[in-house]
């Protein structure tokens, strides 16, 4: 709700004859008959109620108290408005208030590699946060020093006043300003915290990451983030994990994915090979006639599960090389194998989903 006086264009220390005389020009000027506009009709209402209540003494008196919300219309649920006007929004609480506070989380972002979350590994991260002053050891006054009361709230932390208002004569408690609210003051603060209780400084901290973590996973290390304010207790240290890259396998939730060239001749006649995996040897079986996007399973060989037990799986993409260049007694041997089979020409055949998508990635340069 706009102010009354603004509304009217008169000071709050205006006499009713003043408020009367601007009430009546604006009247003049705002009124339906003499200016039908909308925006016109909503200042003439707001400059009429603004002089029922300035030209009624009663209502000006609870007017000039301050807002009452909550009153009028038959409506009291503003009453905890009332009471924050009167006794201080949030500041009824009683004695004075601990310079002790609890330090605010941290947060760390760690890389590993794929191959470290199979089992999971250990590293010392820096951090700089905030640390118990080693001066004062959080007192925040200098060697041989204590804090004093405060002179000004008796070292009660607050400020009690008498504040006439629409219930009486109200007692009103708000923090002092000379000790903030604490009670005490330090005349003498620590000179390496500057009365802080706290420094910042880089520390070294043993983290265990547990294996089948990923990225985005956030780890929290309760009281290890930074100290509070005059060596109050510690908030937490949350770690942020971001998997790095690898250039021959990626992950799918617990299962490791990867892809292995097979020689066309190998793929006809099948083959046994060992491959180098993450966590040691993989040996892989080429059954014959093994087509492109066949997925060969290696149980047991995937990244350790988090939550639960055991490890996913290694799954292994088979892709088909075809040879571009061939010696002529290679394109003779070829040419027979050929015309053994009687091979019919290329045509459509049925639709692959897997291979489709293959192929798809491989066009795109994926």
Same mark, same amino acid.
Do not use: W
């Given at each position: 709700?706009?102010?009354?006086?603004?509304?009217?264009?008169?000071?709050?220390?205006?006499?009713?004859?003043?408020? /009367?005389?601007?009430?009546?020009?604006?009247?003049?000027?705002?009124?339906?008959?003499?200016?039908?506009?909308?925006?016109? #009709?909503?200042?003439?209402?707001?400059?009429?109620?603004? *002089?029922?209540?300035?030209?009624?003494?009663?209502?000006?008196?609870?007017?000039?108290?301050?807002?009452?919300?909550?009153?009028?219309?038959?409506?009291?649920?503003?009453?905890?408005?009332?009471?924050?006007?009167?006794?201080?929004?949030?500041?009824?609480?009683?004695?004075?208030? #601990?310079?002790?506070?609890?330090?605010?989380?941290?947060?760390?972002?760690?890389?590993?590699?794929?191959?470290?979350?199979?089992?999971?590994?250990?590293?010392?991260?820096?951090?700089?946060?905030?640390?118990?002053?080693?001066?004062?050891?959080?007192?925040?006054?200098?060697?041989?020093?204590?804090?004093?009361?405060?002179?000004?709230?008796?070292?009660?932390?607050?400020?009690?006043?008498?504040?006439?208002?629409?219930?009486?004569?109200?007692?009103?408690?708000?923090?002092?300003?000379?000790?903030? $609210? *604490?009670?005490?003051?330090?005349?003498?603060?620590?000179?390496?915290?500057?009365?802080?209780?706290?420094?910042?400084?880089?520390?070294?901290?043993?983290?265990?990451?547990?294996?089948?973590? +990923?990225?985005?996973?956030?780890?929290?290390?309760?009281?290890?983030?930074?100290?509070?304010?005059?060596?109050?207790?510690?908030?937490?240290?949350?770690?942020?994990?971001?998997?790095?890259?690898?250039?021959?396998?990626?992950?799918?939730?617990?299962?490791?994915?990867?892809?292995?060239?097979?020689?066309?001749?190998?793929?006809?006649?099948?083959?046994?090979?060992?491959?180098?995996?993450?966590? $040691?040897?993989?040996?892989?079986?080429?059954?014959?006639?093994?087509?492109?996007?066949?997925?060969?399973?290696? /149980? +047991?060989?995937?990244?350790?599960?988090?939550?639960?037990?055991?490890?996913?799986?290694?799954?292994?993409?088979?892709?088909?090389?075809?040879?571009?260049?061939?010696?002529?007694?290679?394109?003779?041997?070829?040419?027979?194998?050929?015309?053994?089979? /009687?091979?019919?020409?290329?045509?459509?055949?049925?639709?692959?989903?897997?291979?489709?998508?293959?192929?798809?990635?491989?066009?795109?340069?994926?």
């Amino acid at each position: 709700m706009p102010d009354h006086y603004e509304v009217l264009g008169v000071d709050r220390n205006a006499s009713a004859e003043d408020i /009367k005389k601007a009430y009546r020009r604006l009247a003049r000027e705002l009124h339906p008959d003499v200016n039908p506009s909308a925006e016109a #009709s909503e200042r003439f209402k707001l400059v009429t109620h603004a *002089y029922d209540v300035l030209s009624d003494p009663h209502e000006r008196q609870q007017y000039d108290l301050g807002p009452q919300p909550g009153f009028g219309g038959g409506n009291f649920g503003g009453f905890g408005d009332i009471f924050e006007t009167f006794f201080g929004a949030g500041q009824r609480t009683t004695g004075p208030r #601990s310079r002790r506070e609890r330090g605010q989380d941290g947060l760390v972002r760690v890389e590993v590699d794929l191959d470290e979350v199979i089992f999971g590994t250990t590293r010392e991260v820096e951090v700089n946060t905030a640390v118990v002053c080693g001066t004062c050891e959080g007192s925040c006054c200098a060697p041989g020093t204590a804090p004093v009361r405060c002179d000004i709230c008796g070292g009660t932390g607050q400020i009690q006043r008498t504040m006439r208002s629409l219930l009486g004569n109200v007692m009103t408690s708000n923090p002092c300003g000379t000790c903030r $609210g *604490y009670g005490t003051i330090i005349p003498n603060p620590c000179p390496t915290c500057a009365g802080q209780g706290r420094v910042r400084a880089t520390r070294s901290i043993p983290v265990d990451i547990p294996a089948g973590v +990923d990225t985005g996973l956030r780890l929290q290390m309760p009281g290890q983030g930074e100290v509070g304010p005059a060596g109050g207790p510690a908030g937490d240290l949350f770690l942020e994990i971001k998997v790095r890259h690898h250039d021959v396998f990626s992950r799918q939730g617990d299962d490791l994915l990867a892809t292995v060239e097979v020689q066309m001749t190998d793929a006809i006649l099948g083959t046994t090979t060992t491959l180098k995996g993450l966590d $040691g040897d993989v040996q892989v079986e080429i059954r014959p006639g093994t087509q492109s996007a066949e997925v060969l399973t290696i /149980k +047991d060989r995937g990244v350790t599960r988090l939550r639960g037990s055991g490890r996913g799986d290694l799954r292994i993409g088979v892709q088909v090389v075809t040879p571009v260049k061939l010696s002529g007694k290679e394109q003779e041997l070829v040419r027979q194998l050929a015309a053994s089979r /009687k091979n019919q020409p290329p045509h459509f055949a049925q639709f692959q989903q897997g291979l489709f998508a293959k192929l798809r990635d491989r066009f795109l340069g994926l």
